[in-house]
């Protein structure tokens, strides 16, 4: 069971990770902070921001976009967590139900 819910958390956060690393950028690169020479994946990576590079700055509070990252960054560990361990528990009472 242990390694059923491993399996199932760890395929969840990856594809959840890079739905919300595209949409990270999609919505706050450009909008909420300026760093050309990040990709799309290092973008939902901190720092955010590289201070010693040119142009690189922050558009918005530099508190707001930490905010708005802890906010995606709990939604990517929490959920593939709950999913897979909802999925767990009916693939236990779906087989504990036909025995």
């Not at 690393?21 to 590289?50: R, S």
Request: with cysteine; glycine share 6%; charged share 10%.
């Amino acid at each position: 069971m242990k390694k059923t819910f491993l399996l199932i958390y760890v395929i969840a956060f990856v594809v959840l990770f890079l739905v919300c690393a595209m949409i990270w950028h999609w919505q706050m690169a450009g909008t909420y902070f300026v760093c050309p020479e990040k990709g799309i994946i290092t973008d939902f990576l901190p720092p955010f921001v590289n201070p010693a590079a040119a142009g690189d700055l922050y558009l918005k509070p530099e508190t707001v976009v930490y905010t708005i990252w802890a906010v995606y960054a709990g939604v990517t560990i929490l959920v593939p967590g709950v999913g897979a361990w909802l999925l767990v528990r009916m693939h236990d009472r779906a087989l504990k139900s036909s025995w």
